[in-house]
């Protein structure tokens, strides 16, 4: 009968202990760096999404700075003629807000307006 000591694991146990935590381990840091990573992507997400807000807000500032340059000049600003018809892919109300700025900030008038919407409508 072999002897066997008691209170000690033997090898195989030592081995399936260090096993355990080994995995352990591993399965923690992996869920970690998951954590990590996921956290980074949504951080540069969020950097994405406030620069092109702020080239948005740019942008209108620059194009309401340009108008109020040429209406302080008193140029008598032509409105681009727009397409006899409207294609099917032009935003349709967006183009109706952009004439109705332009009639709000004075450059075109009422009749320029109403032109202008009868051949984006027509």
Same mark, same amino acid.
Request: hydrophobic residues 45%; without cysteine; glycine residues 10%.
């Given at each position: 009968?072999?002897? /066997?000591?008691?209170?000690? $694991?033997?090898?195989?146990?030592?081995?399936?202990?260090?096993?355990?935590?080994?995995?352990?381990?591993?399965?923690? %840091?992996?869920?970690?760096? /998951?954590?990590?990573?996921?956290?980074?992507? *949504?951080?540069?997400? #969020?950097?994405?999404?406030?620069?092109?807000?702020?080239?948005?807000?740019?942008?209108?500032?620059?194009?309401?700075? =340009?108008? #109020?340059?040429?209406a302080?000049?008193?140029?008598?600003? #032509? $409105?681009?003629? $727009?397409? $006899?018809?409207?294609?099917?892919?032009? *935003?349709? =109300?967006?183009?109706?807000?952009?004439?109705?700025a332009?009639?709000?900030?004075?450059?075109? %008038? *009422?009749?320029?307006?109403?032109a202008?919407?009868?051949?984006?409508?027509?």
């Amino acid at each position: 009968m072999p002897f /066997r000591r008691m209170g000690r $694991p033997g090898l195989v146990g030592l081995a399936a202990r260090t096993a355990v935590v080994a995995g352990t381990a591993t399965a923690v %840091s992996g869920g970690i760096q /998951r954590h990590q990573a996921n956290k980074q992507q *949504d951080q540069y997400e #969020q950097q994405q999404y406030e620069a092109q807000q702020q080239q948005a807000q740019m942008q209108a500032a620059a194009q309401q700075a =340009v108008a #109020q340059q040429q209406a302080a000049m008193g140029y008598a600003a #032509q $409105p681009a003629a $727009p397409a $006899p018809a409207a294609p099917a892919g032009t *935003d349709l =109300v967006g183009e109706l807000q952009k004439l109705g700025a332009l009639r709000d900030q004075g450059i075109l %008038s *009422d009749a320029e307006f109403a032109a202008a919407k009868a051949k984006l409508l027509g």
